[in-house]
Structures are given as structure tokens and as C-alpha cells.
């Protein structure tokens, strides 16, 4: 390592390790340059890059200082326990890092990001996310790519297209994504529905839905069902895109937590599609940060032209896609994803040993998850779901009702809350499953 690389790790570790503290003033420049045995211009140079990431700022006349670190402090919770929130954590998001992405996108692109651009995205990320994911066995040409304003947007226009096999009504899981099904209903959209549980689907009652229900697409979550936490086996992913291209039906296959799960061993529904019936959907915000709004999709060639002239005003902003080019390319993203996942790993952890410690037999069913951020905790039938979110709340707690995943007129729901472990810390997991089991208890008492 030479010694500009040097100072910048050295001053970054000392950083992170709570060795140098906010305020704190560093060596004047000659003062380093002695200390790290380099030149003058070497120590300046890498002042001038730490000042750049926000890691140090200079006073004229007296020096270079830590800054206040940004990430720390962020949490606002007062005591709160949050199983309810799906956005990222507050304290891992990569403010600094992302901060110099978008200075460095400004210098590298300059006026091509004050234009309007591609409607299907900035070619060099839609090249890089070629690469990208081709790390989760969906691959794809560049072409094939489109890049839009959040993955929520995406649905929206796949919901509304016209599809080549002329079909036209969408299939969805029940529960599922609370956001899709409020827009399926408010738009009033022809919907058809089929039942997924911790244990998965009836893949017989899917075939039959296929074969006879006049579906144009079937949405789906492979892996990290939103609000179970579940995942399909391998069987289930390759019986249904075999079932897909049997019976002429598209699979709209939103992967959203593909960098925050498990990785090991994981093949999308994408993987196992030979005759292009399967749309993939890629969301990047659960990794960095929510209000970036960045999805990428790729489409059967059968679908792309649909698709661009439906989606022709909704991309995203060209500066976003710059800085996420280059947070992607040079390291940071693959860093900053193994980070996070090994934090939201730790917690479910905590999270099961929390349930296995204070539950008891026929009170709660935990969905088996051991990555991602959602668990499932289904409870007796006799208990009032919304009183218990509600004492819950007093108490500090914060949880979803499984209530809120389902489409509004449909009878057949499993009473559950959905818990979500993003934004609880750590030091609250136990906490948090005691006071949800003790407010289940007192529901079966009443």
C-alpha cells in the first residue's frame, strides 16, 4: 500500500474505532508527514480526499478536524422498539460514502446529467448491473435492462400494460405486498388471488389458476416474502416458471431484498426461465437509501417495447444513477451490502433466540427465517389481533398487523403480525419478543 492509501486507512480506522473523536483536531501537515515518513504534498493530498468524504474539514489559519459523525445519534426512537418499519436502518446508511459518489458522478458525467438522458437508463450502470446481477444468476444483456424510479413505479406500469398472450387479469398471493395491492384496488384492476403461507404454495391450485383464470401476470416475491419472510424451495421456484411457460402466463418476480438475504445456494425464478415469461425486479432501496427511488427490471424481449412506451416518463433521476454507477464500480456498494447483512443476520438471530426463550407451546408460530428482515407471528385465532397492536403501542412496541397484506375483500387471513427487524437495535430484540408474547398471553386470557 503507498502512503497516500496509507494515511487515508489509518485516519478512516482510527475513525471507526472511536480513536479520533468529533472536533478533535488532527496532526498539522508537516506534524504527519514526519509520522507516516512521506512528503508534505503526500499528506496534503490525502487531507484534501478525507475533506472530500466528509471525514475531516479545515479551518483556515488553524487546522484540519474530525467532523461530527453523521451516523451516529440518528436514532430519534425514544425508547420506542420499532418491529414495524421495513426502511434501512438509520445508523448504517452509507451517508459519507454515497455523498462523495455524487461529487465524483457530477465530475464524471458533467452536462450529460442535466439532460434527458435515456428513458431506459443511464448506459453505464445498465452495464454495470449486468455484471451485478449476473452475482444472483439472473443474467442478462444490457438492452434487456431498464432502470426507473423505484421498484414501486415498475409495478405500476406492469399492472397496467397489455401483455402478448392478450390476458388480463393479475394474480397475487394473499397476504402479500400491502403498497401493490392498495394501488391493484385503488386503480381497479381485474384481481385474482391464491394463498401462501410459511409453508409455501399449492402448486396444483396455482396450475389450475393458470390454466383457467385468464391471467396476464402472477406477482411474486421468490425469496423474503414481504410480510412473511419466507422463501421458495427450489422445487416451488422451477415448477413455477415451467407452469409460466405451459400455460402463457408472465411471472412479475420482485426480488426486493436480494442483497439483504441469504445468498448461499439462491437461484431466482429467473434462473430456471428457458422460454422468457419471467419478469425480475431489483430494488436498491433497502441497501442505501429509500429516497434514492432506483429499480432496475429486466424484461423478455416479448415485453420491452410495451413496457418502455408505458414507462417512457418515469426514470430516474440521471444524477442517482451516476452516483450509483460509481458507488457499484469502485467496491463501496459490495462492502456496504456484506455489512449490513451480516447486522440484519445477527439480529434475526437474536430475534429467534429471543422467541425460543419466552414462547410457548400453542401460542405463537414463528416463520423459520434466518436472513432478511421479516418474521411472521402467527397467533390463535382466539386472540383480538388489533388489541394487541394496540396495547403493544402503549407499551412502546411497534408492530404491523397482518391484516394490512391482504386484499380488502378477502376472508380467508392467518391472524399475524408482521415484525421486521430492520430499524429495532440490537439491545431491544429480547425486550421487544417478551412484551409481544406477554400481550398475546393476556389475549388468550381475555
Known sequence: ?????????????????????????????????????CSVSTVIRAYAELEKRHFIYSIPQSGYYVVQDEEKGTDVNDGIIDFASSSPDLNVFPYRDFQH?????????????FTYGDPEGLGALRETLVK???????????EQIAVTSGIQQALHTLAEMSYPNGKSAILVEQPSYNKFLDFLEAEGLPVKTIARTADGIDLQQLEEIFRSGDIKCYYTMSRHHNPLGTSYSDREKKAIARLAAKHDVYVVEDDYMADLGDRRGFDPIFAYDRSGYVVYLKSFSKIIF????????????????????????????????????????????DRHRDKIHRQYESRMRTLHD?????????????????????????????????????????RGVL????????????????????????????????????????????????
Open 101 to 113: 459518489c455524487l461529487n465524483k458522478a457530477i465530475d464524471t458525467y458533467k452536462y450529460h446529467l
Open 290 to 333: 429509500p429516497g434514492l427511488r432506483i429499480g432496475a427490471v429486466v424484461l423478455p424481449e416479448s415485453l420491452a417495447d410495451s413496457f418502455h412506451k408505458a414507462n417512457q416518463l418515469n426514470g430516474a433521476a440521471l444524477l442517482s444513477q451516476a452516483a450509483l454507477d460509481i458507488y457499484m464500480k469502485n467496491g463501496m456498494y
Open 354 to 394: 429471543a422467541v425460543n426463550r419466552y414462547n410457548e407451546p400453542g401460542l405463537l408460530e414463528v416463520s423459520e427465517v434466518r436472513s432478511g428482515i421479516y418474521a411472521q407471528f402467527k397467533m390463535p385465532q382466539a386472540v383480538n389481533l388489533e388489541r394487541v397492536v394496540e396495547r403493544l403501542q402503549k
Open 132 to 142: 451485478h446481477l449476473a452475482a444472483d444468476q439472473v443474467f442478462a444483456k444490457a
Open 1 to 37: 500500500m503507498n502512503k497516500y492509501s496509507a494515511i487515508l486507512a489509518d485516519i478512516e480506522q482510527k475513525q471507526a474505532a472511536g480513536e479520533l473523536r468529533p472536533g478533535q483536531k488532527l496532526p498539522s501537515v508537516r506534524q504527519a508527514a514526519e509520522a507516516y515518513g
Open 399 to 446: 408492530v404491523l398487523s397482518g391484516k394490512l397484506f391482504y386484499l380488502s375483500d378477502y376472508r380467508q387471513r392467518e391472524k399475524f403480525l408482521r415484525i421486521s427487524i430492520s430499524r429495532a437495535r440490537p439491545e431491544q430484540i429480547q425486550e421487544g419478543v417478551q412484551a409481544v408474547i406477554e400481550e398475546v398471553k393476556r389475549g388468550m386470557n381475555v
